[in-house]
């Protein structure tokens, strides 16, 4: 089972960029789908971008145009370029990964963004 592990995650004002990293365990080139959750204080953790093993991506319309996921099989890493952050952006950032039916979550970075 492959274990996952952000970093990145900060204290920025509006306007400004974070990158977050997850960090795989083992190697990412075969695992069907990996993205980013988050989930804000009292709310549902919500997809944020997801990219596929063929690099297909998908974005959450709040994030489309400003967040940008990619992914580097030889570093087992998948990425969240995040621009133009605003304080709904505020959340703790979770890694997820499923392949064959088998899901697993990071544990976490927080993001917060002042206003």
């Known amino acids: 089972q492959v274990q996952l592990v952000e970093s990145g995650g900060g204290l920025v004002q509006a306007g400004g960029s974070l990158r977050l990293s997850c960090k795989a365990s083992?190697?990412?080139?075969?695992?069907?789908?990996m993205g980013w959750y988050r989930q804000a204080p009292g709310k549902q953790r919500d997809m944020v971008a997801t990219?596929?093993?063929?690099?297909?991506?998908n974005y959450a319309d709040s994030v489309k145009g400003r967040f940008t996921i990619s992914r580097d099989n030889a570093k087992n890493t998948v990425s969240l370029q995040m621009n133009s952050l605003r304080p709904e952006d505020t959340a703790v950032y979770y890694c997820w990964s499923i392949q064959g039916g088998f899901g697993t979550w990071g544990q976490g970075t927080q993001v917060t963004v002042s206003s």
């Open positions: 990219i596929t093993s063929a690099g297909r991506t």
């Open positions: 083992r190697s990412i080139a075969n695992i069907n789908s």
